[in-house]
């Protein structure tokens, strides 16, 4: 198998039948301009982004070139730094988000929410033509900035240095207590008592813990906060976000989720994976609307993964390049996962993750008050709650996903995740009997070697 990924051109007639893809500023994007810029304009702006077996969150492109979602997915995360450009320059308005939440009252107050990943895609995607080599050292300087910049024992994937140092035009910084992340606090106070604090907006969304959901005054507390956040977003951007502004958003938001369950159900229920594990991933978080910070695209990209992913599942299609009889794996932890064409070289494939799916399997009831109503989904995160609960429903995903075994991923200077890494690994194997393994991270975007030996001997292991 080549290491380059290369488009066929047989593959191109195909893709041409395919759907417009909608952006939220009114374009219309052509099918035929999505394969002229993936066959031609990408590959000179992004050279790694095509270096197959590199994982560069969302940067990598798909070589499952009969997937027309995939490669509309991959268009809109290689376009995301010039989109971005392009939206503040035109009186656009980002909010930097991270921690449990979606990003319905983001939408509906007119903002486009970030989340950290995104954050350091935009930043790296204004460096055009950078070899896998030059894109890994980029990645580790930017932890390096972040060490200084915030500190040495937090986990440095959040893109807080490209903010304070005014690389990016973010106008808010937003993020929630949830349990998630251990350097969110690290951050906001690196943002109170930075070079740009007069300048960019903090927010800090305070998150009752433990099973707060079940709680009124909980509720009403994150609800008021919630209010607080849109107020703050409506001070910089000079509009007015009414309820029905965000009941509408929630409404739009909850059609997506729904999509997304079903395309994870059928996915996980399909005789073969009708995708490679890269693909599942981006398509089955499309639900959150944020991937690519344009809910719009997502969602038309989603509705056509739907019907793709039903059509190769009813008709026992395998993804290319997928070992027959894979091991399927579910991959726990935040911000990280693993290197997915090195895994299904090796005969494995990722069926699930906990992350970003946590918030897009669960709906916000759409009547009544949404803020209160989104308050009491947001509490209600699985990945937010304690270990017992959160082991829980991991479980059932597992089962759900038919998964023969499950690794605990963290990078270094997560705080939380590690804390809690082998607590859930074993309330999952003594519930299931599945084979787990808990593994450190030592940069996000830089697997080494070792990390690889080690999945490639659990994947034998669980064979």
Same mark, same amino acid.
């Given at each position: ?12 007639? =195909? ?113 055009? &033509?950078?070899? +896998? ?101 409506? *001070?910089?951007? &000079?509009?007015?976000? +009414? =309820?029905?502004?965000?009941?509408? +958003? ?26 490679? &594990? ?49 091991? *399927? ?23 699930? +993750? ?90 996000? &975007? ?18």
């Amino acid at each position: 198998m080549e290491s380059r990924i290369t488009y066929p051109e047989e593959y191109k007639a =195909e893709f041409l039948k395919s759907r417009d893809l909608h952006l939220s500023n009114g374009r219309v994007v052509s099918p035929e301009e999505i394969w002229d810029f993936l066959t031609r304009e990408a590959p000179e702006k992004y050279p790694f982004a095509f270096e197959r077996q590199k994982a560069f969150f969302g940067m990598t492109v798909s070589d499952d070139f009969g997937l027309p979602a995939a490669l509309k997915s991959n268009y809109l995360a290689l376009t995301l730094s010039d989109r971005m450009e392009e939206l503040v320059k035109n009186g656009g308005h980002v909010a930097y988000v991270q921690g449990g939440q979606a990003v319905d009252p983001y939408t509906a107050a007119g903002f486009v929410g970030l989340r950290p990943a995104l954050i350091g895609a935009w930043a790296r995607g204004k460096i055009k &033509g950078k070899t +896998t080599t030059q894109e890994e050292l980029g990645r580790k300087e930017d932890k390096e900035r972040g060490y200084k910049n915030i500190s040495f024992e937090a986990c440095q994937t959040a893109g807080y240095e490209h903010i304070q140092e005014g690389d990016l035009q973010v106008d808010f910084v937003a993020p929630y207590s949830a349990l998630r992340c251990s350097d969110i606090s690290y951050g906001l106070e690196a943002h109170r008592h930075g070079r740009r604090v007069n300048e960019v907006s903090l927010f800090l969304g305070d998150y009752p813990m433990r099973r707060q959901a079940e709680k009124t005054w909980a509720v009403d507390y994150f609800a008021a906060n919630l209010r607080k956040l849109v107020k703050e977003m409506d *001070r910089i951007s &000079g509009r007015n976000t +009414t =309820e029905e502004d965000l009941r509408n +958003t929630i409404k739009m938001h909850n059609k997506a989720r729904r999509i997304s369950m079903e395309l994870a159900d059928i996915w996980w229920n399909a005789p073969e994976p009708p995708s490679n &594990g890269m693909d599942r991933s981006d398509l089955f978080i499309l639900g959150n609307l944020e991937v690519h910070g344009d809910p719009v695209a997502d969602m038309d990209i989603l509705t056509e993964a739907l019907e793709s992913v039903r059509y190769r599942a009813q008709n026992h299609i395998r993804s290319p390049y997928i070992a027959e009889n894979a091991k *399927r794996l579910f991959v726990c932890g935040s911000c990280i996962t693993l290197d997915n064409y090195r895994t299904e070289d090796r005969g494995g494939i990722v069926v699930g +993750t906990d992350n970003a799916w946590s918030h897009a399997s669960l709906l916000v009831e759409e009547e009544g008050d949404p803020y209160y109503n989104l308050a009491k989904a947001t509490l209600s995160y699985p990945y937010e709650q304690g270990i017992k609960e959160r082991a829980a429903w991991t479980i059932d995903q597992v089962k759900k996903s038919r998964a023969d075994g499950l690794l605990f991923l963290y990078n270094w200077g997560c705080n939380t995740q590690s804390a809690v890494a082998r607590a859930i690994c074993d309330e999952v194997k003594a519930k299931t009997g599945l084979p787990t393994i808990v593994l450190e991270n030592e940069l996000i &975007g830089l697997t080494p070697e070792q990390q690889h030996n080690r999945v490639a001997a659990f994947i034998e292991m669980v064979g």
